[in-house]
């Protein structure tokens, strides 16, 4: 990618603009919520934008006259479908967006997702940290323009998840200034297999046609992995940034009404959970095994902060699953019960073998019980039974206390406690985020800007 950037400045009063760069894409720039989040892409060495296939997925474009167009369409007034749900948030609000969660696993980049937000501008949010700029990455945008769903009645998001498929229908909705030019109506289906569709039923106008002065104007899928690092303007914050790995852009000019595309995913090196699979695949190219993490991966993907952070591409260079193996053979070999020696244990081969040290520490204790052991048992018993009648006596002291206050309520003692219970133990509160894609920043917060990547 481009390393050229710029700023939108003036009088803006979207929270967010979109600029073109004539020099090719750029990358985007300074981002949310005080400094607290930034959003960039990755070099062009590292970030794959492709247009008909890629690393992750393979798509294909179908128009009015192929029967496959008609195939991919989902009715949503046919109940064999699953039922129907319009949105009353989405459907009457403008830049809005609303998690949801899924009835399946849902395969995207190799990533299971459970839930998903879904967004009026026509397209649906797949990252974990919600944020104002979620038309930046982590996307599957079958239209992604600047959509007023509450600009009339007419005007609905809808879904169905039937447990095989979850689609989600923008019907008859209309942009804001060109309304008197028509009604859009679309969908995107996502398959439980990983397959994902687009299609288009109302396309009044091309996607050069749209503009993208007041919202980012975009037909791809998105995904990207965020960091955390130390801050450049204090050692002690920790800042936050959200790097683009990969992108799919479709062709616009072949996005036109009674038109699909359909992606098919191509396997990953996530898909792998053994050493072998991982190192030996043909489906896959570019994998490394992290055998602290038990994890096939090529270091670009949502784990990218595990990644770094256990060294994994130090580890897996030029060893082999056999290096592996004979390490895990000789360390599971010893059999001390010094607590030391197994904890040393537990952190070499990570979470997977917590479980198995656990069984481990126990049947040693078994195998090397002594006299001086069960002498240590008998002490444990007296002090469980002598806790058990403290605790005992406590609940009677406050069987007592409770009488006490019962019969007696205008006395000194209980008014005190009320009175403390009422003033001085506050009740916890809280915050329900919103949810919307376009809050407006309080005072003292510089506007968000994106630098749009242009045509390839």
């Known amino acids: 990618m481009s390393q050229e950037h710029g700023e939108s400045t003036g009088g803006d009063s979207h929270p967010y603009r979109v600029q073109r760069s004539s020099s090719g894409p750029a990358r985007i720039s300074r981002a949310v919520l005080g400094g607290g989040l930034t959003i960039n892409t990755l070099p062009d060495n590292l970030t794959r934008v492709v ?73 649906i949010f797949t990252g974990d940290i919600t944020h104002r700029m979620l038309t930046a990455t982590q996307y599957i945008a079958p239209l992604m323009a600047n959509f007023d769903p509450s600009y009339s009645k007419e005007s609905t998001v809808q879904y169905l998840d039937n447990g095989e498929v979850f689609v989600v229908q923008w019907e008859r909705v209309r942009l804001p200034g060109k309304e008197s030019e028509g009604a859009f109506t679309f969908q995107a289906a996502l398959y439980k297999t990983g397959a994902i569709t687009f299609s288009y039923r109302d ?78 695949s043909n489906q896959t190219s570019g994998c490394s095994w992290c055998n602290v993490l038990q994890r096939c991966s090529d270091g670009m993907d949502r784990h990218r902060q595990e990644w770094l952070d256990y060294a994994c591409s130090e580890e897996s260079k030029n060893a082999t ?18 607590m030391e020696d197994v904890s040393s244990w537990t952190l070499q081969n990570g979470c997977d073998g917590e479980d198995e040290t656990k069984g481990h520490i126990f049947n040693t204790g078994n195998d090397v019980r002594t006299d001086s052991s069960t ?31 019962n019969y007696h309520p205008t006395a000194a003692s209980p008014l005190y406690l009320i009175q403390r219970r009422k003033n001085y133990w506050p009740s916890l509160k809280f915050q329900k985020q919103h949810p919307g894609y376009t809050e407006v920043e309080g005072e003292g917060h510089e506007k968000d800007n994106i630098v749009e990547a242009g045509p390839c």
């Open 321 to 338: 699953c056999e290096d592996y193996s004979r390490g895990d053979s000789s360390t599971g070999s010893s059999t001390t019960p010094e």
């Open 51 to 123: 247009g008909d296939s890629g690393k992750y997925y393979t798509w294909r474009s179908f128009g009015p006259e192929d029967q496959r167009t008609e195939e991919l369409w989902v009715d949503m007034s046919d109940v064999r479908h699953g039922q129907v749900r319009v949105h009353g948030l989405l459907s009457n609000s403008y830049k809005q967006a609303v998690r949801v969660a899924l009835s399946f696993d849902f395969p995207f980049y190799g990533h299971y997702l459970r839930q998903i937000t879904i967004a009026t501008g026509g397209f």
């Open 375 to 405: 002498k240590s048992e008998g002490l444990a018993n007296t002090g469980v039974i002598a806790g058990i009648a403290a605790a005992l006596v406590l609940l009677l002291a406050l069987i007592l206390v409770a009488l006490y206050i």
């Open 203 to 280: 396309i009044p106008l091309s996607l050069d046609g749209i503009g993208s002065a007041e919202h980012p104007v975009k037909a791809g899928l998105s995904d990207a992995f965020m960091v955390t690092q130390p801050s450049p303007q204090s050692p002690d914050a920790q800042q936050r940034t959200i790097y683009e790995y990969h992108r799919v852009e479709t062709d616009s000019t072949k996005i036109t009404s009674f038109s699909a595309v359909e992606f098919t995913p191509l396997p990953t090196c996530l898909q792998h959970d053994s050493c072998e699979l991982c190192l030996s």
